[in-house]
Structures are given as C-alpha cells and as structure tokens.
C-alpha cells in the first residue's frame, strides 16, 4: 500500500496541521463531543467508552493499538495494569505524540513502532486484541488492513474499531467526499461493507452498532 505510506509516512505542512488538529480534537472531548454531534451526527460517547474498556484487560494482555494517533487510547489504562502495549502509527508525528503521552502518564512499558497497517511487521497471532481507532476511513484499502490486523490476532483474540461510514445521511456523506477529496479520507465504505471486510478476513462480527455516521465493530478471530 505505498500510496498509504506516502500519504502518512512522508508528511507535508498540511498533513502536520491535520494531525495537530486531529490530535487536539480527540484529546478534549469538550471539543470532540459537539463536533461529533454536528458533522458526524454521533455520540462520541461511544468512542471515549471504548478506551475507558481497555482499563478492564487483564494483566499481560498483548494490545496492539493502530494506529495510535497522539496516544489518547493510553488514557484508558490503570496505572497499575501490566500489558504487552504496542502502540503503532505510520505517522511520525503521530508517534512523537503518543510517545510524549506515554511518558506523562508513567507508561515506560509502552513500545513504539513505525508500522504500514497493510503490511504489519508482527508475527501471525502476536496479539490477544487489537485496537483500530478512527483510522479505517483513511485508509485507500481497508479490506487488506482489516485482513492484517485479524493476521496479528491470536485463536479467539479480540479486534476493535470505530470507523466513519458513509450511508449515514446526505449531510454526512458530504464531508466524507470533502475530506476524500483533500486526500485525509480514503474511499470509505458502508456499514454493511464494513461487516462484509470483517468476516472477509475471517473474523466473526459480534457486535456492529452505528451512531450517525461512526461505527463501532467488535469481532473475533
């Protein structure tokens, strides 16, 4: 997936000013709650409940987190949890953050690593869950990255994603085409290409639940 790792590995001033943004947005929820109301028509309530999960691993847990934009999924950990943490970004930006993020909470046990989510450097079955947060809509292909991801997964390991998906509503579809268009999306799918991608690469969908326009997909290998 080259076109991927041009688009994020080789950042320009306006990629920078999107991860800045992206970065900020996500972090306060003071900020993500209202926009996600008004462009997606969604409760990121949802989003912010998915990280809050990751405090009830148990430790030793292997988690990969992908990509792992400014770190924010690290807040969801007790201070006291002992994990396997692989926080993972093709972005440098986005890994200088969570690096930074890491370092304020105390995390010393989190590991870095510059990954293209289509062709992952970990082994088959390496992970007892992986996390995909906001990141499938960007992708140009994420049928190939959903099949990685369940590649990383071990027997009866767990995969989490929210994505953007279009069909939610005239109005959201048309900021999808806008952000597509500016090159920060990729072609995006529907919910019901979203499940078919999942189930593709072998995973069985346990719950796919839409809010406006962002999904939230839990599966299993």
Same mark, same amino acid.
């Given at each position: 997936?080259?076109?991927?790792?041009?688009?994020?590995?080789?950042?320009?001033?306006?990629?920078? @000013?999107?991860? !800045? #943004?992206?970065? *900020? &947005?996500?972090?306060?929820?003071?900020?993500?709650?209202? %926009?996600?109301? =008004?462009?997606?028509?969604?409760?990121?309530?949802?989003?912010?409940?998915?990280?809050?999960?990751?405090?009830?691993?148990?430790?030793?847990?292997?988690?990969?987190?992908?990509?792992?934009?400014?770190?924010?999924?690290?807040?969801?950990?007790?201070?006291?949890?002992?994990?396997?943490?692989?926080?993972?970004?093709?972005?440098?930006?986005?890994?200088?953050?969570?690096?930074?993020?890491?370092?304020?909470?105390?995390?010393?046990?989190?590991?870095?690593?510059? @990954?293209?989510? !289509? #062709?992952?450097? *970990? &082994?088959?079955?390496?992970?007892?869950?992986?996390?995909? %947060?906001?990141? =499938?809509?960007?992708?140009?292909?994420?049928?190939?990255?959903?099949?990685?991801?369940?590649?990383?997964?071990?027997?009866?390991?767990?995969?989490?994603?929210?994505?953007?998906?279009?069909?939610?509503?005239?109005?959201?579809?048309?900021?999808?085409?806008?952000?597509?268009?500016?090159?920060?999306?990729?072609?995006?799918?529907?919910?019901?290409?979203?499940?078919?991608?999942?189930?593709?690469?072998?995973?069985?969908?346990?719950?796919?639940?839409?809010?406006? @326009?962002?999904?939230?997909?839990?599966?299993?290998?």
């Amino acid at each position: 997936m080259s076109s991927q790792r041009t688009r994020w590995g080789q950042q320009t001033l306006f990629d920078r @000013a999107n991860v !800045a #943004a992206y970065s *900020f &947005g996500v972090e306060n929820a003071w900020i993500a709650r209202p %926009f996600g109301r =008004l462009v997606w028509g969604t409760d990121v309530t949802v989003f912010y409940d998915a990280i809050s999960a990751l405090g009830d691993l148990p430790d030793d847990t292997a988690v990969l987190d992908i990509p792992c934009g400014s770190g924010v999924a690290l807040r969801g950990l007790r201070s006291t949890q002992r994990l396997r943490y692989v926080a993972a970004d093709i972005s440098p930006d986005m890994l200088t953050r969570t690096r930074r993020r890491a370092a304020e909470l105390g995390r010393t046990d989190v590991e870095l690593a510059t @990954a293209d989510i !289509a #062709a992952l450097p *970990f &082994g088959d079955g390496e992970f007892d869950v992986v996390v995909s %947060f906001n990141g =499938l809509h960007c992708l140009p292909d994420p049928a190939t990255a959903i099949a990685e991801l369940a590649r990383c997964l071990k027997p009866g390991g767990r995969l989490v994603a929210l994505s953007v998906v279009r069909g939610a509503g005239w109005r959201h579809d048309l900021a999808i085409e806008a952000l597509r268009r500016s090159g920060v999306f990729g072609p995006g799918g529907t919910t019901a290409e979203l499940r078919g991608w999942f189930t593709d690469a072998g995973l069985s969908v346990e719950s796919l639940q839409r809010s406006g @326009a962002l999904a939230h997909v839990t599966a299993r290998r």
